[in-house]
């Protein structure tokens, strides 16, 4: 994982545990969120690793922040 602030560094695709640095959570955390279809996920192959697109999970930050 690179540096929050260098996410041209990051890739388009981020693993559960990048997206769990990145929200300052734990893997736990983020899994739940995926399997509770909060936070969208795809998972590579049938039964492989979950990973969330960047954008998505920009998308979902922004979504949590209240007004």
Known sequence: MTA???????GRF???ADAA???????AAVD???RSGEL????????????IERTQLEVWIEEQYEL
């Open 4 to 10: 929050p602030g260098s996410r041209d560094q990051i």
């Open 40 to 51: 969208p996920a795809i998972r590579v192959g049938t039964s492989g690793p979950w990973r």
């Open 14 to 16: 981020l693993t559960v």
């Open 21 to 27: 640095e990145i929200l300052a959570v734990d893997v």
């Open 32 to 34: 739940e969120l995926i």
